[in-house]
């Protein structure tokens, strides 16, 4: 059966190495016969920060509490809204980032802020039961950064935050795609990176 895959691009720069692989993943989806939809957050001028405007029905009057107005106040604002029904659409979400400070872009944690409401009744609505993955790309070699013996150094610990968020919305992580060491890429190295990009998409898990 053909996937429905959700893919949310966090890097500003379309034809940066994120930006070919995009390329590879939508080409490839497309030969699968897979439909996909795209959060091209730097394209779309996605707004990271949440305020008081997030929640058009928020009493003006009162101390605004972010994680009250998340669990009360659903009358969210149309661009959150239309990621949310992106994601009741899907039943795949693929990430695609480069790490930055050993974390998400700014403007990609500020998408789960604002998108992901912590209600059980959203939860079970958009997210539950979804596969959910990563490509991420590094600047720095594993050798140089990263360990998976060492926790401080260990990319699954570094980005645990966002497993425990997809944790917490009961959806199906599968192993992520990392790429170290690609500030010093040749074109070769490029290609064998999007040959397993294209992999990876082949393999995407069947969705119960
Ligand atoms: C603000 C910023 C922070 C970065 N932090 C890290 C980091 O913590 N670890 C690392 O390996 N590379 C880091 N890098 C390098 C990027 O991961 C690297 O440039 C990127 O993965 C390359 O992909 P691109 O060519 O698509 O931008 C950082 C780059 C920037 C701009």
């Known amino acids: 059966m053909s996937k429905k895959v959700l893919i949310v691009f966090a890097h500003p720069e379309r034809n940066s190495l994120n930006g070919q692989f995009l390329d590879e993943i ?6 699968q016969g897979d ?25 003006k009057d009162k101390v605004f509490q972010p994680s009250y ?20 659409w899907a039943d795949t979400v693929l990430f695609v980032f480069p790490l930055w400070w050993y974390n998400l872009p700014a403007i990609l944690k500020g ?62 992580p599968w192993t992520p795609l990392y790429f170290f060491g690609v500030a010093h890429v040749t074109s070769e190295d490029v290609k064998a990176m999007k040959a397993k990009v294209r992999d990876f998409i082949r393999n995407i898990p069947s969705s119960h």
Request: net charge negative.
């Open 26 to 31: 939508i080409d490839q989806l497309k030969t």
């Open 35 to 59: 439909k996909f939809k795209l959060s091209d957050l730097y394209g779309m001028g996605w707004k990271s920060e949440v305020d008081i405007n997030d929640f058009p029905d928020y009493p």
């Open 69 to 88: 107005a998340s669990k009360k106040y659903h009358q969210f604002t149309p661009d959150v809204i239309e990621e949310q029904n992106k994601l009741i």
């Open 111 to 172: 998408w789960f802020d604002r998108v992901f409401s912590s209600t059980e009744y959203w939860k079970n609505k958009t997210v539950m039961g979804k596969n959910v993955s990563l490509i991420v790309t590094m600047g720095a070699t594993a050798a140089e950064n990263y360990d998976p013996h060492d926790p401080i150094k260990d990319v699954d610990q570094l980005l645990s935050n966002i497993f425990r968020t997809f944790y917490s919305g009961r959806m199906n």
